[in-house]
């Protein structure tokens, strides 16, 4: 089904998913027309997804890398403060992020696993009852 566009059905199917939830409205007899209206707008925007597509493939080297990650930039900004908001555990949050973005590979083991090891052992070291 990959060659007959089923991701782009996949996609389709968790969108209208998130129109029709309780979050579109609180009333279930009224979500209807936050499903229809998602409906009317991917009818609007197929014809232009080949121009879409075509312009990303012009598009110079490196451009949709540096969109897409400037993109992410508020996930990675809210799950930082999420993981260095609590004073207890910043120092042990910053040492598994700055491992884990090192990319360091030791005996043939990947950065996130020194990164969960590093940042369980800071945790660990700072939580010592003192004496």
Avoid at 42 to 51: D, E, M
């Amino acid at each position: 089904m990959r060659f007959a566009g089923g991701h782009a059905i996949n996609l389709a199917a968790i969108s209208a998913a998130l129109a029709a939830a309780p979050a579109a409205h609180p009333d279930p007899r009224r979500r209807w027309i936050a499903a229809f209206s998602v409906g009317c707008c991917y009818l609007v925007l197929a014809p232009a997804s080949a121009a879409l597509v075509a312009l990303v493939a012009a598009a110079p080297r490196g451009v949709l890398e540096t969109v897409a990650g400037l993109a992410l930039i508020a996930a990675l900004a809210a799950a930082l403060h999420a993981a260095l908001g609590t004073t207890e555990h910043r120092t042990s949050a910053a040492v598994t992020f700055l491992v884990s973005a090192s990319g360091v590979a030791l005996l043939g083991i990947g950065a996130a696993f020194w990164a969960l090891a590093a940042g369980l052992l800071v945790r660990w070291v700072l939580r010592r009852p003192a004496g």
